[in-house]
């Protein structure tokens, strides 16, 4: 008798897949748990962010479900940004392997309403790691003269990535501009908003 579970730890994002999926002799082969993905080579960055991330999580690589890890490479151009963002499953090691990047994580709210968020930041070069824990926004900015390329690990299977800006200003439906326009205490300002919500917000995962 097949024990079957339904089981839900990614948020509503994913559902781990049955074990026996991956059981069977005609589905007892490597390509659950292998990717050749080329991770050595570097990318091609297309976006105006001028960075580029190839996500390998339980979606591309089937072996990592439940497995509680997930990895990722980075490609920076010259001033190439990762956008401040937070994974939102899942806390991240980062690691250079060559240039040299700008790395800042800002904290959660403080006790007092009226003290600022304390705000991390360092200059990291080739072998340098920085840690950003689960829910903490942080970004990476090239500021040396040379491309830049990371890899980043994570301590779950799918961390997700939430991109501050284009969450925000991005959403399908918009939020109504007077919400946010109150949340950045632009005061009547609903145009600035608006004009930020018309552009074009794109993404630099996979």
Not at 116 to 127: D, Q, S
Request: glycine share 10%; net charge neutral; with cysteine.
């Amino acid at each position: 008798m097949i024990l079957k579970l339904q089981v839900n730890i990614c948020g509503g994002a994913c559902s781990i897949r049955e074990w026996k999926d991956m059981q069977g002799p005609e589905k007892r082969d490597s390509r659950h748990f292998y990717y050749a993905g080329g991770l050595n080579e570097s990318r091609q960055v297309t976006n105006p962010l001028g960075s580029k991330i190839t996500l390998v999580y339980d979606e591309i690589l089937s072996g990592l479900n439940t497995q509680g890890v997930a990895i990722a490479r980075l490609d920076y151009d010259l001033e190439g940004l990762n956008p401040p963002h937070q994974h939102p499953r899942g806390s991240e090691i980062f690691l250079v392997l060559e240039g040299t990047l700008y790395a800042g994580l800002i904290n959660s709210n403080p006790a007092d309403p009226n003290d600022k968020n304390p705000f991390f930041a360092k200059i990291l070069n080739a072998g340098d790691i920085f840690v950003f824990p689960r829910g903490m926004i942080h970004f990476q900015y090239n500021v040396g003269k040379t491309k830049a390329v990371a890899i980043a690990a994570f301590n779950s299977q799918n961390p997700g990535v939430m991109t501050i800006a284009k969450s925000i200003f991005g959403s399908e439906p918009p939020v109504p501009p007077h919400i946010l326009a109150k949340a950045f205490q632009l005061g009547d300002d609903d145009k600035l908003v608006e004009h930020l919500q018309s552009l074009t917000w794109t993404g630099n995962v996979n």
